[in-house]
């Protein structure tokens, strides 16, 4: 089983940056596919990133495209999610999970091991 552990988030003005970083334990981390998801205040759960388990393939969510960069490192048995560009609308709870079966990269089920997630608060 892997356990995760989401740091760095915050309060941020629009258009500023945080970087997310999600820790895993377990040995096995670095053969699995990582995401991160974020759920905003009475919405559901949604897709926002995902990266394949060298690192060499990265899957985004449309409305992050071109601000948002996953990575991993490994050795280090981290995620971590670089977020530039911040809007107010992406104010959420942002999570990470490990991606346990070979669907679709974009689809929730596809995940299990949820971390606890970290708020991430954009203010206008």
């Known amino acids: 089983q892997v356990q995760l552990v989401e740091s760095g988030g915050g309060l941020v003005q629009a258009g500023g940056s945080l970087r997310l970083s999600c820790a895993a334990s377990g040995r096995t981390f670095s053969r699995y596919a990582m995401g991160w998801f974020r759920q905003a205040p009475g919405k559901e759960r949604e897709f926002v990133a995902a990266?394949?388990?060298?690192?060499?393939?990265?899957y985004y969510a449309d409305f992050v495209k071109g601000r948002f960069t996953i990575s991993r490192d490994n050795a280090k048995n981290t995620v971590y999610l670089q977020m530039n560009s911040l809007k107010p609308e992406d104010t959420a709870v942002y999570s990470c999970?490990?991606?346990?079966?070979?669907?679709?990269?974009?689809?929730?089920?596809?995940?299990?091991?949820w971390g606890q997630g970290t708020q991430v608060t954009v203010s206008s």
């Open positions: 990266v394949t388990w060298s690192g060499g393939g990265t």
């Open positions: 999970a490990v991606r346990r079966y070979s669907g679709s990269y974009y689809a929730i089920n596809e995940y299990d091991y």
